[in-house]
């Protein structure tokens, strides 16, 4: 019987042709879908009754709830995602620019990037679809309805979430110094802004939101 061998070489790490590719499609992807979720909030503005799931008994705000430290709070998270393209532009032009590899890339840890990068999609996606109350600014419009499902049920804010694994998902891909920098400073913008949201959150809903706090982590599920 004759026997067939079929034999995959994978390269020692992606030519960077591929990861400039790989980068781009994903991350574009990634601000279609927060475009495309602002388009489709713009669009229900006039029916506020289509931000509440009715099928679940969380609560709904009465009344707004706003924070002098949320312009602070987006103003950090927005600079970290500009520094992070900036810093892309510099390493496109100049891979050296950004400081040295902290550690070898390889194409195990390169491909553990793209899957990061497949999950940060994913999640983005998935919280999109229930968080039907998402806004732009940590504030809270009347309306504003608890979400404790889906995602929200391992961490109280995916969104978030989301934004770690892409840049960490991006840094595995070409591990230099400068993408490593950055993803602490979005980490640590991004615990920040929860903080914040998780004061008017705790204003807007008391015991409900106390509640869940206690049973969810903060920005990375079962551990922060």
Known sequence: MTQFQFAVAFPEQL??????????????????????ASIIRRRKLNNPESFVDTSTKEPVASESSITPQGPPALFLTSATYGIFYILLAIWWANPDALGFFVFQPTFPIQALGIAILGLALIVKVWSFWVFRSWRLFPHIDP?????????????????????QLLFFGSFLIVPRLGFLLQVIANFLAHDFRCRVEEK???????????????????????VY
């Open 143 to 163: 309306g504003h309805q608890l979400v404790t499902k889906g995602p929200y049920s391992f961490v109280r804010h995916p969104l978030y979430f989301a934004f």
């Open 200 to 222: 008017i959150l705790l204003q807007a809903f008391s015991n409900a939101y106390e509640a869940y706090k206690k049973r969810t982590r903060r920005l990375l599920p079962w």
């Open 15 to 36: 030519p960077q042709v591929d990861v400039k590719a790989i980068l781009c499609l994903v991350h574009s992807l990634y601000w279609l879908l927060i475009v495309n």
